[in-house]
């Protein structure tokens, strides 16, 4: 072999903080506190802080490969735990505060954390669990010593004091890129959660073709607000390309709700931000009761399930804000592919290929196969079980004797099923869980969820199977009406009727108050199926 002659230098997170100190220092974080109030730390301040908060850990006996847990909201002392406990060589675990109490204790026990540091936000959480913990020796409470609440947990230690403790001139380590920097466990939605543990490597590529222009585009003339909390694939990869790219980066703490985020976009001049659909079906409610206005937005990253066409043309038309659907999950560290439409694709098109799944950027491989493993053609219409392989994808969870999770040709399977056509373009027909079988024949569910939520007056819209005496199930419509409307469902039926096979049409549709979420925001399809699976008796519903 003839080695290039290139300078080998390894993708760690410390790299990312410092080069954002050196040429973008005066860009940075705007988190809002617990307060209510907002808190704004430059770049080189955060480089800083994260030197002082590595050299503080290592003098608490914390060392490589170590696990450190954070349980708490999206702000600025949280972005610092990523680069000063990876860059110290430990793993950041990145707790989901909106798990079941049992399930945060058994995730941090799982990952064998030593230290947990706590939002003061979640000191009830932190102590409803603390007899429960067998492992953590310490707690740091993310707080200054003015903002320090009494506790009952044992030996508190306040974030501000630590890092008063540490040095600022802390020389960072010499690692391996492929090291363990954070650990993020599934939301548990088709058992318990699974851990994930991202390498540096991984992370940095990944943010690097997130910022792409086949990716969201970020840029330094953007501000990026993430509503995807840190503790979810690392708030979809926002601590690492905001300074990665001299972005600013805007944190909501807490408060997620429309009002709340409406504020900080005008405030804070936001021109990129993303969440799950529901985030902006409730953000374009408040703007349609308050009259307001989205002026600095360009762009919103949509994830978690696919977005309705409503939302695609309301934003676009009403604020001149482009949607850009992502697609990924825990275990390809955030999103890995984008729906955008090609330059000849205008109108429905557009609309339609900002619904789909997009295609890949580079760096990810994605194949659709028969229940037998073989692959299908990238003809839009076989349908079939998607996999999906590359450098920042999972090859296995952590501590899980479960068998691979790859498979002879490393691929992971995703657990969803659709179709790739001919553009490269994969369309998610459904989670392999989630498909109704009806009589031998696949429906999807979010097709006719997508449908049900152009109707007028439908706020959300979800579709379960429920166990049929004839047909071994059939699909069961669940619908949202918007704020102060009123949905016929003799309606929503007559829509679907002129656009799907009638052996597609919900046997019943029920108007609901609200659905059941997972800790991500995502419809909680099991609580679903469990409600009414004796919703179709022996009578079998309607014909």
Known sequence: MLAGLMQDRP???PTVIEHAAAWHGDVGIVSREADGGTRRVSYAEAATRARRLASALARLGIRAGDRVGALGWSRHRYVELFYGVGGLGAVLHTANPRLFAAQIADTVNHAGDRLLFVDPDCLEIAEAIRDRLTGVERYVLLTDRAGLPPTHLPDVICYEDLLAGGD?????????????????????????????????????????AVCGGDGFGIGGGDTILPVAPLFHCNGWSSPFTAPMTGAGLVLPGRAVDAASLCALIAAERVTLSFGVPTVWLDLLAHLDRTGGRLDSLRRVGCGGSAPPRALIERLARDHGVELVHAWGMTETTAACTFGRPDADETGAAAVAARISQGRAVFGCAFRVTDDAGRPLPRDGRSVGHIGVRGPWITAGYYRDDSGPAVDADGYLATGDVGTIDARGRMRITDRAKDVIKSGGEWISSIALENLAAGVAGVAEAAVVGVPHPKWQERPLLLLVPAAGAAVDPDAVRRHLAARVAKWWLPDDIL????????ATGKVLKTALRARYRDRFDAAGGRD
Do not use: F, N
Request: glycine share 6%.
């Open 168 to 208: 600022a001139d802390y020389a960072w380590p010499a690692l391996d890129e492929r090291s363990a920097a954070s650990l993020c466990y599934t939301s548990g939605t088709t058992g318990p959660p699974k851990g994930v543990l991202y390498s540096h490597r991984a992370s940095i590529l990944q943010a690097m």
């Open 11 to 13: 993708l760690l997170l």
């Open 511 to 518: 108007v609901v108050d609200d659905l059941p979420r997972t």
